[in-house]
């Protein structure tokens, strides 16, 4: 069998911003339902003292956070208290300091200049102090607060906006001033619409389908999946799923554990909207660019099916017995009914029509996925797909497009996928401040990254944060609203279209390979559920090793059935048996015709041999053989077969050594020895014989007086 993929598919997460971190706001107008802290860290500073290396050393362990607002945001002329966390996480305790928060008035442009300010901490336009306060002595390993303050005429007369907001701690446990810089979000805004999309996928250690031992552990109070409906429940996140989650459970019949059969009926009974994903999360770009006519589906999952763990049904009716006949057998148990490819698969109550596919789409691809959903398609991109995102909602030529904000998705993402408090409140008021851009009364669409390692905290704390910049609706009412026009921008890539032509041509060998198979679907189903899983739109990252490690397998497997190497055969009698190893590591065993085939004709082989060779073992085979005439030494060629004639394995060769006539020499010299054995035994019988008669005569003689 193929060997699994190695390696579980990790979604890479951006690395951390040197220097640079956010400081935030608070807003006392805002709802308190919502009053979630925000948090800006940065590592202490000591450029300014190069040459003190212990210095050095102290300060990168000293961490300033700035929290406020709601995620960053505050309402236009209200006050703000900016609390300061420092974490102290040296040996030694800091002592007591002073922390200033300054604010820049010139507001961030666009979201260009708010990814520079983030990533640079470079700014147009002068800062201003904001507020100062003492801070308190930290000891070791802990943190102190300490709220700065502001009157509400500080930033009354700011306009709604983003604004560059940096903090400082100086103490003189520092050889320089610690800084964090983030951003103040003034909005007057509550018109935009928002909808957030949250992909529920997951990929086996086999690449193929999660095994018991997966889901007991991926559906545990602790697991992955359950953490993934622990984070969504009672939100309203748009669930995107992998059809084969639920396919996993059901195949398994009674035999699924009892927490993964508690989550599917929890997935089911959530109020949350929903749509399938391609199985696998399959990319449909790359099938489309590869011109496939169809979307790869399963090819089937009746391998997996195992009759015992399904209820027989029972015969409809029992024939009532007549007073003169005897009793009717009581009615035996029909197979039991295995559920189909489609029930399998199936998700309750998932919006059609929809694929998100990887990014590189061009307009052609979203005519093909008409064709492939035999339907209008709504396609889900990121926004650096299109050339200009006026809503979440496009027109393409005609086709609609849902266009996730790429920056503000990307930082949502990040939060979603971090377990610190401080830097998940970065993230989010980083993709709150992108948002912030968008037009008043526009539709945003938030698509987070595929992640199997979310938390649920994590993720619930970031859908929920969508609401402080809009409203959360639905995608039924995204969909439903008027598109804006625009293009596909960005050239396509050909390197996953190559690689997926090579997976189908290696699947076909297969095909023709797994004929010497009683159930080829034990072979070919896994593949193709392999193949879907590296053309996964998760799976991007790693798409060119998993595919070289995927090919290596295939190799590996087609040549994991052969003939094992002879070793010279020494043929002293006219007839005997050739002795044939045919090795076969498959876990199943295998159907091959073992052709054989004489260099000349003074040996008569058997040319073909019906072979079942056992699993994960070598199977010896004699093949009957005659030397006509004479003696020499000759070749014995070997070749296996499938019973549909496809060649299976390297062919070998045993070296033969015929020498019939000493069989003939060893007859005359066995003959003679008998013969001769023969001659000594009459010889001696009759001398014995002489010998007795003689002794016998004497005896009588009588002796004279």
């Known amino acids: 069998m193929i060997s699994p993929r190695t390696g579980r598919h990790e979604r890479a997460h951006r690395g951390a911003r040197v220097a640079v971190v956010f400081a935030l706001a608070f807003g006392l107008v805002a709802a308190p339902h919502l009053a979630s802290p925000t948090a800006a860290v940065a590592s202490a500073n000591d450029a300014n003292d190069a040459n003190d290396a212990n210095d050095a050393a102290d300060d990168s362990t000293i961490q300033l956070s700035l929290r406020a607002g709601v995620h960053g945001v505050v309402q236009p002329g209200a006050p703000v208290t900016v609390i300061a966390s420092v974490q102290n996480d040296t040996d030694e305790a800091l002592t007591a300091g002073r922390v200033t928060v300054e604010l820049n008035r010139t507001a961030l442009s666009s979201s260009e200049a708010l990814t520079a300010w983030l ?44 604004y560059p907001l940096r903090g400082s701690l100086s103490t003189t446990g520092l050889s320089s001033d610690a800084i964090a810089s983030s951003v103040l979000i003034v909005n007057a805004d509550s018109s935009r619409q928002i909808t957030v999309l949250v992909p529920i996928t997951t990929t086996p250690k086999d690449g193929a389908l999660l095994t018991a031992d997966e889901l007991t552990a991926l559906t545990a109070p602790d697991g992955a999946l359950t953490a993934q409906l622990d984070g969504v429940a009672g939100t309203s996140a748009v669930l995107a799923i992998d059809p084969l989650i639920p396919a996993a459970i059901r195949v398994l019949g009674t035999a699924a554990p009892t927490s993964a059969i508690t989550w599917l009926t929890r997935l089911e009974s959530l109020s949350n909207e929903r749509f399938a994903l391609q199985p696998g999360d399959a990319d449909a770009t790359v099938q489309a660019r590869a011109e496939l006519p169809t979307l790869l589906q399963p090819l089937t999952l009746d391998s997996y099916l195992d009759p015992a763990n399904f209820a027989p049904t029972s015969d409809a009716a029992t024939p009532t017995p007549s007073a003169s006949a005897s009793p009717s057998p009581s009615p035996t148990p029909n197979e039991p009914e295995l559920p189909t490819y489609e029930e399998l698969t199936a998700i309750a109550g998932a919006t059609p029509g929809i694929l998100w596919p990887l990014g590189d789409v061009q307009t052609a691809d979203l005519s093909t996925f008409d ?29 609609q497009v849902m266009a996730a904000d790429a920056a503000a998705s990307a930082s949502f993402s990040d939060a979603a996928a971090t377990r610190d408090d401080a830097s998940r409140e970065n993230d989010i008021t980083a993709g709150i401040a992108q948002l912030t851009y968008a037009a008043a009364g526009t539709s945003l669409l938030v698509g987070l990254d595929r992640d199997e390692t979310r938390t649920s905290d994590s993720l619930r704390e970031t859908i929920l944060s969508v609401s ?39 699947e076909g060998r297969l095909t023709e390979f797994a004929s010497i198979l009683d159930d080829p679907d034990v072979l070919l189903s896994p593949e193709r559920l392999s193949i879907l899983h590296l053309i996964g739109v998760g799976a991007a990252s790693n798409f060119p090793a998993a595919v070289t490690s995927h090919r290596m397998a295939t190799v590996a497997t087609l040549n994991a059935v052969g003939v094992q190497q002879p070793s010279p055969i020494q043929l002293f009698t006219s007839a005997a048996p050739l002795p044939v190893w045919v090795r076969n590591d498959l876990p199943w065993p295998v159907n091959v015709i073992l052709d054989s085939r004489p260099s000349d004709a003074r040996l008569d082989v058997r040319p073909r041999t019906e072979v079942t060779a056992q699993p994960a073992s070598n199977t010896r085979v004699k093949v009957p053989v005659e030397a006509r005439v004479g003696s020499g030494e000759l070749d014995v060629h070997f070749t296996l077969t499938s019973p549909t004639g496809v060649h299976i394995g390297e062919d070998q060769t045993a070296s033969v050594t015929v020498r019939a006539e000493w069989e003939s020499i060893g007859l005359i010299i066995l003959g003679g020895v008998i013969a001769i054995l023969l001659v000594l035994g009459v010889i001696r019988t009759v001398v014995r014989r002489r010998k007795t008669k003689e002794s016998d005569a004497a005896a009588q003689t009588p002796i004279a007086p």
């Open 119 to 162: 990533d640079s901490g470079e700014a147009a336009g002068s800062f201003t102090p904001l507020g100062t306060d003492d801070s308190l002595p930290v000891p070791e390993s802990e943190n102190i607060t300490v709220p700065v303050s502001a009157p509400a005429s500080t930033v009354g007369d700011l306009a709604p906006g983003v």
């Open 371 to 399: 064709t492939y959903l035999a339907a209008d398609a709504t396609t889900v991109l990121p926004s650096t797909s299109l050339a200009a995102t006026a809503s979440a909602l496009i027109d393409v030529d005609g086709h």
């Open 468 to 506: 402080v910049i809009a409203q959360p609706t639905t995608m039924d009412d995204l969909r439903a609203g008027s598109p804006a026009l625009s293009t596909i921008a960005g050239e396509p890539g050909d390197q996953r279209t190559t690689a997926l032509s090579g997976l189908l041509s290696d």
